[in-house]
């Protein structure tokens, strides 16, 4: 492809809780998406999911005109080669297993033209350990959308040392088209940028608890009621800032010797996964899951999200 050519066509492989929402991300963007997974039933199950997300978005005012069509620009396709056959871009969300991915990437590959882009959404694992054995890595990237995509902005998009330059310009045109927030993530690094933050803060978060200071409830409530929110609009770094340096550098030097600094996930976390308590999926995490208290999480979450856009439409 060249640098000035328009995404059309996706192929979306993995149409599970990510691969779902993506397609649906690509579809309000005016691409024709065709959609794939080994289990058949995902398929059914994705189109619900995109349904009710795209209402979900209706009803919170932020539709767009191009959005009437969009559902009816997923298809449902029941191999592999029909998925990718006309696509100018396969994007990926199968599970988080390199084996996996790499296989796919080399049936991919000889069903497509070298010219077809290739992306990833994995949670943190690098490119060039996802590329390794690709003929033509040089079309291949990540892009790690949020869950869930169709209501937070960013995406990171990390190249591998040979990813080509037009593929990256050609990602970041379709991204901005769809409407989110891509971020280059300069030079390859498990878990990338954002997971990276996101994981210094669970390990604190259950030492925190494991030592006896704080109960789960309680630590996340200093979050949610404190730095959680100014989070949202000014960065960690912009915090710093905002807070004087010279505070942030003498807090530095106290605390960072304190900071739990383990390389193994904390026992109080492998002890709930060797007890099947994996959260809402087994009804009961750290917290309990009876279903009226997962809807009203996520409904509770969705709602801060859907304001967050209402902002930015009007100030654009
Ligand atoms: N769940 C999240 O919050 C989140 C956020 C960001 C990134 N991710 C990443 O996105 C990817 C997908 O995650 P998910 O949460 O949607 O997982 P999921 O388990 O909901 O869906 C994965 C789907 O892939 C299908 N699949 C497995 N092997 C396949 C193959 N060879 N070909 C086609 N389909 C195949 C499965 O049947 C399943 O439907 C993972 O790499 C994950 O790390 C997940």
Redesign the pocket.
């Known amino acids: 492809m060249k640098a000035d050519d328009e995404i059309r066509r996706v192929a979306m492989?993995?149409?599970?809780?990510?691969?779902s929402l993506i397609a649906l991300v690509y579809a309000r963007a005016g691409c024709e998406v065709a959609i794939?997974?080994?289990?058949e039933g995902?398929l059914e199950q994705a189109m619900a999911r995109a349904k009710q997300a795209l209402d979900q978005l209706r009803e919170g005012g932020l539709d767009a005109p191009e959005d009437s069509g969009a559902l009816a620009r997923i298809a449902g396709k029941q191999s592999l080669e029909e998925a990718v056959a006309g696509a100018q871009i396969v994007v990926e969300?199968?599970?988080?297993d390199v084996a996996?991915k790499v296989d796919?990437y080399k049936k991919v590959e000889a069903l497509c033209a070298p010219a077809v882009l290739i992306t990833s959404?994995?949670?943190g694992l690098q490119p060039s350990v996802l590329s390794r054995r690709m003929a033509h890595p040089e079309r291949f990237m990540v892009t790690?959308?949020?869950?869930p995509p169709h209501l937070i902005p960013l995406v990171e998009v990390v190249p591998g040392p040979k990813t080509s330059r037009t593929a990256l310009d050609i990602v970041f045109a379709l991204l901005k088209r769809a409407g989110h927030r891509p971020v280059l993530v300069r030079r390859e690094v498990a878990g990338f940028i954002g997971n990276r933050l996101q994981y210094a803060l669970l390990r604190e978060a259950l030492a925190l608890v494991q030592s006896g200071v704080a109960t789960v409830e309680e630590v996340d409530d200093v979050v949610t009621s404190s730095f959680g929110r100014r989070l949202a609009t000014v960065g960690p770094i912009m915090t710093a800032d905002l807070g004087g340096l010279h505070t942030f550098a003498a807090i530095s030097r106290q605390l960072f010797p304190d900071l739990t600094s383990g390389t193994r996930p904390l026992q109080l976390l492998t002890e709930r996964v060797e007890q099947n308590q994996l959260g809402p999926s087994t009804g009961q995490g750290f917290y309990p899951w009876p279903p009226q208290r997962l809807s009203a999480a996520i409904a509770e979450r969705d709602g801060v999200l859907l304001d967050f856009l209402r902002r930015e439409r009007h100030k654009r």
């Open positions: 492989l993995g149409a599970g809780l990510m691969g794939y997974d080994i289990d995902a969300a199968v599970v988080e996996t796919l959404n994995t949670s790690h959308f949020w869950s």
